[in-house]
């Protein structure tokens, strides 16, 4: 079992950046695979970011490849999304979640995470 608070989220305008973090609790947090998906209202929620247990190695969805960039530090139980040059339509809910499957990870074949964290809602304005 994981347990998973984001926080980080807010309001913020057009160009501007947010970095949003993850602690992770109770199971042994280096074996699990971490990542972000986010949902904007009336939508499906959608895969934005994964970073390997190990490696790491890094995906991302293609609408915010360049802009948003995943870490984590094994030693803390973290892990952050950082993201730049953010857009209107990058407001959503988005979601820390934890796997030790990748592919569930990242929403491979209509998939999902196991654990999630509660949300934190990434507003940006026009």
């Known amino acids: 079992q994981v347990q998973l608070v984001e926080s980080g989220g807010g309001l913020v305008q057009a160009g501007g950046s947010l970095r949003l973090s993850c602690a992770a609790s109770?199971?042994?947090?280096?074996?699990?695979?971490m990542g972000w998906f986010r949902q904007a209202p009336g939508k499906e929620r959608d895969f934005v970011a994964a970073?390997?247990?190990?490696?790491?190695?890094?995906y991302y969805a293609d609408s915010i490849k360049s802009r948003f960039t995943i870490s984590r530090d094994n030693g803390k139980n973290m892990v952050d999304l950082q993201m730049v040059s953010l857009k209107p339509e990058d407001t959503a809910v988005y979601y820390c979640?934890?796997?030790?499957?990748?592919?569930?990870?990242?929403?491979?074949?209509?998939?999902?995470?196991?654990?999630w964290g509660q949300g934190t809602q990434v507003t940006v304005s026009s």
């Open positions: 109770g199971d042994d947090f280096s074996r699990y695979h």
């Open positions: 979640a934890a796997d030790l499957r990748l592919g569930q990870m990242k929403g491979d074949r209509g998939g999902l995470p196991t654990y």
């Open positions: 970073i390997t247990w190990s490696g790491p190695v890094r």
